[in-house]
């Protein structure tokens, strides 16, 4: 177990460093690539104290594209490059993204020297697409929605297949149904559990292409662990067999299923919708000094709608995939917030009588 102070940390792998486990310092990964994996696990103490189990939070913002989906990216592009379908400067890789992935990827091909073409929608945030330009890729923007099911991943898929058949040396990741995807997040599932001795029993998973809930269940079947495997998704996501419908927040849920979803990866799973994503991350803000992404706030929903299914004593994760700071202009905005859900600020602040009792000064 760990500490049982408030804020504890212990580093994830057995020393603490890049290279402990997995993805994180493997041979031939050098410079800022060598310190992807090995993210931190805290304890979340202060997020609702009267729980009787102890929450823990994989901090993959810790990354240095600033989420979980630096693992995938290196670890699908690097194999590219070892078994030569991607060549620097030669090679040219395109991907489609709501964010994350093509930052991951941004990163490792300004890095590699590749050229990078990343197709996201209108819903991806504006910062993750400066930051990706940034980055040296250059980013096409879909605007039409998909008509059968009037969402945008669709069109997406369309104009990667589209671009490979135009471009000599056209190197596609898909993400959604690459194998090395998931194969990045067993090394994260063996991060939290060399950090927690004292077992897990209950994992909380976000989904979009299902690379990380696969990983980790993978690895919970493997080891054979008595562990809960909880996918957390959208409300109006397609994944678990559910009508797509209208969706905010970017990050988690699809419109058609990942080619990488397989039946019985998750024991339960949790439904989301976007206003519980945005009380769940300010929440998380005020009560922890968290400031996480949209997909966070769904898993403190969905751990919050579980509390009283969970049992005195039990040891519980959260894989938080990513950092706040490019939500700043939605979920962080409070005009935002307003115009599309009303006033609803009363559902995250805390009354002086529950911050009292929390131990927490009020803001």
Not at 232 to 259: Q, T, Y
Not at 262 to 272: N, Q
Not at 333 to 354: A, C, I, P
């Amino acid at each position: 177990m760990l500490p049982s102070d408030t804020g504890s940390v212990r580093p994830a792998g057995a020393t603490g460093t890049a290279g402990a486990t997995g993805t994180a310092g493997a041979p031939g990964t050098a410079g800022v690539l060598g310190t992807i994996g090995a993210t931190p696990l805290v304890e979340l103490a202060r997020l609702d104290p009267s729980r009787p189990f102890r929450t823990y939070a994989k901090l993959e913002a810790h990354n240095p594209g600033g989420s979980m989906k630096d693992r995938s990216a290196l670890e699908m592009l690097r194999e590219g490059i070892r078994d030569g379908r991607i060549v620097p400067g030669r090679s040219v890789v395109v991907e489609s993204s709501s964010g994350n992935l093509g930052i991951g990827l941004a990163q490792v091909c300004a890095y590699y020297g590749i050229r990078f073409i990343c197709v996201v929608d209108p819903r991806t945030n504006r910062q993750n697409v400066a930051i990706m330009r940034a980055l040296g890729a250059e980013v096409e923007v879909v605007s039409e929605t998909d008509p059968a099911t009037g969402e945008y991943l669709p069109v997406r898929i369309r104009r990667i297949r589209e671009l490979t058949s135009l471009i000599r040396h056209a190197y596609w990741p898909d993400q959604y149904s690459n194998p090395l995807n998931p194969r990045a997040h067993q090394n994260t599932m063996g991060e939290i559990v060399e950090s927690l001795p004292g077992g897990l029993d209950y994992l909380f998973c976000a989904t979009s292409s299902c690379g990380t809930l696969r990983g980790c269940a993978e690895y919970v079947r493997e080891h054979r662990l008595p562990v809960t495997v909880v996918a957390v998704d959208a409300e109006g996501s397609a994944i678990f067999g559910n009508p797509p419908g209208p969706r905010l927040i970017p990050g988690h849920g699809a419109a058609v299923r990942p080619g990488l979803y397989r039946d019985g990866l998750a024991d339960r799973v949790v439904h989301v919708a976007d206003l519980d994503c945005v009380v769940g991350c300010r929440r998380l803000a005020s009560r922890e000094a968290i400031l996480a992404g949209g997909s966070t706030g769904a898993l403190i929903a969905a751990l919050a709608a579980m509390s009283e299914q969970i049992p005195a004593g039990a040891n519980v994760a959260l894989i938080l995939p990513d950092r706040g700071e490019r939500y700043l202009d939605t979920i962080y905005n409070d005009d935002w917030v307003t115009r599309h859900f009303g006033d609803v600020s009363h559902l995250w602040k805390e009354k002086k009588s529950e911050m009292s009792e929390m131990g927490v000064a009020p803001c």
